[in-house]
């Protein structure tokens, strides 16, 4: 578990990010083609989509960037360049980054010997490759920026306006959110699995660790490949967390009618309408129902275990619970 510690400062500067990171967002999209494993084991349309159709499709056209995602709980910071205007900007603000920063960011990587030859563990070639890059020769430096040029283009690239159409889509969500409910609705709504208890956002992780933010906020940028939280630091800056964006339209109106026959047509249609957190107003909205049915679809649905409901500020926010998200998903 993740414990992120908020302070009033740190409140004040929860910021929406305008766009998902397109170098990190390639960098994942190679960690899901190398059967990473991930907290939440769950697949979302598009993810499941673009997988099928890159079934094949050979992972040594990432070149060393399969190398710098291969190990299982590490990304090196400098994947993360969420300031940068598109693709090309990021890579080459990451090509341009000081000698110094990229030997810190990749110690991880070459600092354990015995890694060497393991499934998750860098090759011999790939050391080669990492040690280049993280000495900052030119050498190094340019192989990097011509393997993720190559990677994106092959795989990456068809795909990036359904990214970004997706994301601005969860960001009018999480503002939402934000105007109806505040920072508490917005925090609260971010994840099924992921816990608001303020001053604290709980993350699950495969480690446990607790990570105060000084003050300096958190920068809150949507991804479409992460299927888990991922943390970034960079100095005098806030605090960067990825969040896997709200990919549930796709399959609403067919889980609603298969379930249909067990809850009925209406309180279906309320169920899986939240695959997207809302407040009983959006609820009756989406539905088409009025507030007093659609309250009290929500209230049957909550008694069963479908759903949670919790009031911050003057909202009243509906969000699955994990039993509901496994009957729209057909799990067991």
């Excluded at 010997?113 to 050498?139: F, H, I, Q, Y």
């Amino acid at each position: 578990m993740i414990r992120l510690h908020f302070s009033a400062a740190d409140l004040r500067r929860v910021v929406l990010a305008p766009r998902p990171d397109a170098l990190f967002e390639t960098a994942l999209s190679v960690r899901l083609l190398l059967g990473a494993p991930t907290v939440h084991r769950g697949r979302r349309a598009g993810v499941a989509r673009w997988q099928h159709a890159m079934r094949g499709n050979p992972v040594s056209r990432a070149g060393i960037l399969a190398e710098l995602v291969r190990r299982d709980d590490y990304l090196p910071d400098f994947l993360l360049q969420p300031n940068a205007s598109g693709f090309s900007d990021a890579v080459e603000s990451a090509h341009a980054l000081p000698a110094s920063r990229l030997r810190q960011d990749l110690g991880q990587l070459l600092g354990r010997p015995g890694d060497m030859g393991k499934r998750n563990g860098p090759r011999p070639d790939g050391v080669r490759r990492l040690r280049e890059l993280a000495e900052g020769s030119t050498r190094g430096r340019d192989a990097f920026a011509r393997d993720l040029h190559t990677y994106h283009g092959s795989s990456i690239a068809g795909l990036w306006p359904h990214v970004t159409t997706s994301a601005a889509a969860d960001r009018t969500l999480r503002a939402e959110m934000l105007l109806r409910g505040g920072v508490d609705a917005l925090l609260t709504t971010l994840a099924p699995s992921w816990r608001w208890q303020p001053p604290v956002l709980h993350l699950p992780s495969s480690s446990t660790y607790d990570v105060p933010l000084c003050g300096r906020g958190l920068l809150l940028v949507p991804s479409f490949f992460a299927t888990r939280p991922f943390l970034g630091y960079h100095p005098d800056e806030p605090t960067v967390l990825v969040y896997p964006m709200n990919d549930g339209a796709d399959a609403t109106e067919v889980s609603a009618g298969a379930l249909a026959p067990l809850l009925g047509r209406t309180r279906a249609a309320v169920l899986a309408a939240l695959r997207t957190p809302a407040t009983t107003t959006a609820l009756a909205e989406r539905t088409g129902t009025s507030l007093a049915s659609a309250s009290q679809h929500a209230a049957v649905l909550r008694n069963a275990g479908l759903i949670s409901t919790e009031r911050t500020g003057t909202a009243v926010l509906h969000t699955l619970r994990p039993l509901g998200q496994a009957l729209l998903d057909g799990g067991a």
